[in-house]
């Protein structure tokens, strides 16, 4: 276990580990703010009131 931290800290390995992982954070952000927003929207909607409004 220790072997991988120290293989992954390594720069050659960073350089394309950091940005990798903020785009995969980026994608998953904006995946559950989508959701939520769709929630809400569904429940507004169940409740009779206009989403659009």
């Known amino acids: 276990m220790e ?3 120290k293989a992954i800290a390594r720069p050659e ?3 394309f580990l ?3 992982v ?3 954070g980026f994608a998953v952000n904006k995946g559950l703010k989508s959701n ?3 929630k ?3 429940a ?3 409740n009779g009131i206009d ?3």
Do not use: F, G, N
């Open 3 to 5: 072997e991988a931290l």
């Open 18 to 20: 950091i940005p990798i």
């Open 13 to 15: 390995v960073a350089v």
């Open 51 to 53: 989403p659009d409004r």
């Open 22 to 24: 903020a785009i995969l």
């Open 40 to 42: 809400e929207r569904m």
């Open 36 to 38: 939520y927003k769709h």
């Open 44 to 46: 507004k909607i169940e």
